[in-house]
Nanobody, 126 residues
Framework: QLQLVESGGGLVQPGGSLRLSCAAS????????IGWFRQAPGKELEGVSCIFKSTDSTVYADSVAGRFTISRDNADDTVYLQMNMLEPEDTAVYYC???????????????????WGRGTQVTVSS
């Protein structure tokens, strides 16, 4: 059973917007933090943003701060990543992941995250 499922990726022109969704199920629904990560071809996995659910505190990578917004809908256990002013450098596979041990805040390191989705492709190109 998939614990996390991403959707919303696609092809968009530079300057455009996309909204990614991460739907949680099973035990992942109870995990205290959800993070978004991305991996571009030939590059390492990069933490993009995360949210600590009990306080709605958020963290953003410098590369996306001011352009991306993470939010959640508690009613359906979905976390969103609104991406505006997209740049070609944002092209990557985007993954959401669940951290079961976060106690006060979320982090953008991948190691604490136990469950991972399969990813959704975002391509920014004219």
């Amino acid at each position: 059973q998939l614990q996390l499922v991403e959707s919303g990726g696609g092809l968009v022109q530079p300057g455009g917007s996309l909204r990614l969704s991460c739907a949680a199920s099973g035990v992942a629904r109870a995990y205290p933090a959800i993070g978004w990560f991305r991996q571009a071809p030939g590059k390492e996995l990069e933490g993009v943003s995360c949210i600590f659910k009990s306080t709605d505190s958020t963290v953003y990578a410098d590369s996306v701060a001011g352009r991306f917004t993470i939010s959640r809908d508690n009613a359906d256990d979905t976390v969103y990543l609104q991406m505006n002013m997209l740049e070609p450098e944002d092209t990557a596979v985007y993954y959401c992941a669940a951290d079961r041990r976060a106690s006060t805040r979320c982090v953008l390191r991948s190691s604490p995250y136990k469950y991972w989705g399969r990813g959704t492709q975002v391509t920014v190109s004219s």
